[in-house]
């Protein structure tokens, strides 16, 4: 087992080589360059920047050289500074890349934690009634339902609630993450992140549900028309036992394995939802970042991703050996 | 099943649908209602009898139209007999044995009409007469693996991959003793597993089904049914996945048992080798019915109908000087609209005159020995 996992972890550094490679390079080849819109900025408020000056930042951000050899050199360095755990500055905000990760990451992970927790708690079993009631009224009922919900984009109707519950009722804050105007400590506060997380929740969890149930459904379903599941019911155990311990302990076992996958999407942020309710989460600063050209940032930020996907997929490999029994790990 | 032949309009495909809706919907219901006991209790037409299966009718309600899987089957299983059920695929042996469990599958799968009279015993030892056919689902466990067990085709799936074989085991315990201690369950499962002649059982007793082979598992489902003391034991064709080495063994540790648990044994199966061995009456079916029945002797030395002759010409002997092996030309015919006469007509060298008219009645040749065929109309006449 500990080999098993030592063997997967040196994999993962040439996964994660390879990754950043590829990150890198594309990002050398996007049409965004930081440091012309930063001069045009400085045009358009009636100052010149000498072609010299001009030549000097480009040399000083690492962005001279648009040659192959040139971009390799710019990745190697890149590579040489993580080697020192150090992801570089960002260009955008001046201050260390970790940071800026840090700082925004906490309410992308509480709002996609707690959607995903609400997501799971309801699709499970909404997916087990429609399995074991297939082809009935309530089986079409929330299919139909979970269907609308996979449909909408986010961005409608995330609008859309934010129309109705916010403007329209009033019954929570429209937009942002705290009340400015008033200043909140401890349990208020509290309840403020909640009253102005709720909608962005809600749209996340709606918008998420489908997909969850639907696989629940499907698992069920060939679960339940197994010939182990016709074995307990012969054995004479009530219908209730059949289902909930025979049943759905093995169903559970690809649910259990697609939460590790979750990792990533668990801190990588809504980048959709974050810009409709213009909550300040890693998702709408990376979208910010990738406009502007933010390398450092992007390389950082997707690294941190990569890396956590290559966890989650260990994660979900070591889970399969623990639900599952008939899964050897060596 | 007849794709090519019978095109259906969308027309027919709904008017199918509602019709089929209207059915299953009043079944449904009636399987799920809360029913008083004396709805269901009823009474045998002879002591001797543990099961009385009686006119029974189980339809698969499909988007083609309605399939009758079991139309109008009959037959007894007395006290301590072992009663073989022979037939091809898809004659409906199977579908008996899971009307008899009320195993089908809801809501396309339905007892339609007909009774299923078994004879109860409670733990008090008072006997009680229920009609399976009639129970509400909600009442089945009355009977379900504790008065009837079941051992399936496949013993390579039919146990739950992600439970030991002893959680499996001592589950059937706590059934039908709720106040067994850990330990108890664990010594009756141990028990069961050398009932059933499994070496090391202890060992067994911590593993999961994968770690086990087919003849282990095929030993494990047994010993599973006998847990719970069962007065029938169904076993739907216990051997057809195992080789032959260990078919002969989970045969004679049936036939032990047979004695052992002073029960009666449904077999059914394909192969008329093993009934002949196993069993001391046969019912042969057809397309969903019962052809002939009778003892093991009748049917093997003086097999009546022309099927059952078929069957007994197609089995291959080791003595015969032929080098093709004899088969019944045609096919069974498509169970949607069956016709309205004897479904073997087609496949039959003896056809008569009459075989065109209505389906031949069960005639009685012998006190035990019945066949459903227009051939012995006559004999019956004269006598």
């Known amino acids: 087992m500990f080999k098993y996992i030592l063997k997967r972890l040196v994999m993962s550094v040439f996964i994660l080589l390879g990754v950043s490679m590829i990150i890198y390079f594309l990002i050398r080849l996007m049409p965004v360059d930081f440091i012309q819109d930063k001069i045009n900025a400085i045009n358009q408020g009636g100052a010149t920047v000498s072609e010299e000056t001009v030549n000097a930042m480009y040399e000083m951000y690492g962005l001279g050289d648009n040659s192959f050899l040139g971009i390799l050199k710019g990745y190697f360095s890149w590579l040489g500074a993580l080697a020192t755990f150090d992801l570089g500055t960002s260009f955008v905000y001046g201050i260390p890349v970790a940071d800026v990760i840090f700082e925004h990451m906490g309410i992308s992970f509480a709002i996609a934690l707690i959607a995903t927790v609400f997501e799971f708690l309801i699709a499970i079993p909404l997916g087990i009634t429609a399995a074991t009631h297939q082809y009935s009224f309530r089986d079409y009922l929330v299919t139909v339902l979970v269907m609308i919900g996979i449909s909408l984009p986010s961005f409608f109707f995330g609008q859309m609630l934010k129309d109705v519950l916010a403007l329209k009722l009033g019954w929570f804050p429209a937009s942002g993450l ?153 | 099943m007849a794709k090519n032949k019978n095109y259906l309009s969308g027309k027919e495909i709904r008017a199918i649908a509602k019709e089929n809706a209207k059915v299953m919907k009043r079944l449904e219901a009636e399987k799920y209602r809360k029913a008083d006991e004396s709805e269901y209790l009823t009474e045998m037409r002879d002591s001797k009898n543990i099961l009385e299966i009686d006119k029974l009718h189980t339809y698969f309600f499909t988007e083609q139209g309605v399939v009758k899987a079991v139309n109008g089957v009959s037959f007894d299983i007395p006290k301590n007999a072992t009663v073989g059920v022979a037939g091809e695929s898809g004659c409906g042996k199977s579908v008996t044995s899971m009307s008899v469990m009320r195993l089908l599958q809801g809501p396309t799968g339905q007892i339609y009409s007909g009774e299923i009279r078994f004879n109860a015993k409670e733990k008090s030892g008072e006997e009680k007469v229920y009609d399976i056919a009639k129970m509400p689902i909600r009442d089945i466990h009355k009977i379900r693996g504790n008065q009837i067990a079941m051992i399936f085709q496949e013993p390579m799936t039919s146990l739950n991959p992600v439970f030991t074989i002893g959680q499996q085991l001592d589950e059937v315990t706590f059934i039908h003793n709720p106040d067994a201690s850990k330990e108890q369950a664990k010594e009756k499962s141990i028990e069961m597993l050398n009932l059933v002649g499994i070496a090391m059982p202890e060992r067994v007793y911590n593993s999961f089904p994968h770690e086990l082979s087919g003849g282990m598992r095929q030993r494990v489902m047994i010993s599973m049914a006998l847990a719970s003391d069962p007065r029938l034991i169904i076993a739907d064709e216990p051997t057809t996945a195992l080789d032959v080495t260990i078919q002969a063994q989970i045969l004679d540790l049936l036939r032990d048992l047979k004695t052992k648990i002073d029960g009666s044994i449904m077999l059914i199966t394909h192969d008329l080798g093993i009934i002949a061995e196993m069993a001391d009456y046969v019912v042969v079916m057809y397309a969903g019915r019962v052809i002939e029945k009778g003892t093991v002797d009748e049917i093997f030395h003086n097999p009546m109908h022309p099927y059952t002759i078929g069957l007994q010409k197609s089995k291959p002997t080791l003595n015969s000087d032929s080098d093709t092996l004899f088969n019944i030309p045609g096919n069974v015919p498509n169970p949607i609209n069956m016709p309205d006469y004897c479904y073997f007509k087609e496949r039959c060298a003896q056809c008569t005159k009459k075989c065109s008219g209505e389906y031949p009645e069960m005639i009685q040749v012998s006190p035990t020995h019945f066949v459903a065929c227009h051939l012995y109309d006559e004999g019956q006449n004269d006598d």
Do not use: C, W
Request: proline share 4%; no cysteine.
């Open chain 1, 178 to 330: 705290v009340n400015a105007t008033a200043s909140f400590t401890g349990i208020e506060l509290l309840l403020d992140y909640v009253r102005h997380m709720f909608i962005p929740i809600l749209t996340i969890v709606i918008l998420s549900i489908g997909a969850r149930m639907r696989m629940t459904r499907t698992n069920m379903l060939e679960v339940m028309n197994s010939d182990y599941i016709r074995t307990a019911r012969a054995k004479g155990l009530s219908e209730k036992v059949v289902i909930n311990k025979h049943a759905f302990r093995n169903t559970l076992i690809p649910l259990v394995t697609s939460l590790a996958g979750l990792l990533p999407s668990l801190f990588s942020g809504a980048i959709i939802t974050e810009q409709v309710f213009d909550l300040p989460g890693i998702g709408n600063i990376a979208l910010d970042a990738m406009n502007r050209g933010d390398i450092p940032f992007i390389m950082g930020y997707n690294m941190f991703l990569a890396l956590l996907s290559v966890i989650g997929v260990l994660l979900a490999d070591l889970m399969y050996g623990i639900v599952d029994p008939r899964v050897k790990l060596e």
